[in-house]
């Protein structure tokens, strides 16, 4: 059984604004295609890439029109919960960046998993 959902995430690189929204379809074992939009420097762009879901870890890597890279890791944690699953740390090309999953997309997102 395939597994589909949709994602945002926004914060900083650096001072400047960055988000993306993705629609990630499983591939299995624990990998997701992703396919959406990256908005940096006021500029939207087409992205692909991959999420991985590993025990203790979310990672995700995506590369946009430009031939530029995000890449982060979420790292779960016991301690907190809810900061290690709606904080993404990143890199965008070596340059540090933190996406964030705003709570208030929580119903939209639940609602992502049951549609087609």
């Known amino acids: 059984m395939a597994i589909h959902f949709a994602e945002t995430m926004s914060g900083e690189i650096g001072s ?3 988000a993306f929204t993705v629609r990630a379809s499983s591939e299995g074992r ?3 295609r992703l396919l959406g939009t990256l908005d940096l420097d006021g ?3 087409p992205c692909e890439g ?3 879901l590993r025990p203790g870890s979310i990672r995700y890597r995506l ?3 430009t031939g ?3 890449a982060g890791q979420k790292t779960l944690s016991l301690l907190h919960p809810l900061r290690s699953m709606t904080t993404l740390p990143a890199e965008v090309d ?3 960046a933190e996406l964030r999953f705003d709570l208030r997309d929580l119903p939209a997102f639940l609602w992502t998993w049951l549609r087609r």
Do not use: M, V
């Open 16 to 18: 400047r604004p960055i």
């Open 30 to 32: 624990g990998y997701f």
């Open 43 to 45: 500029e939207r762009w």
């Open 50 to 52: 991959s999420l991985r």
């Open 63 to 65: 590369r946009f029109a």
């Open 68 to 70: 530029r890279t995000l």
């Open 94 to 96: 070596g340059e540090p």
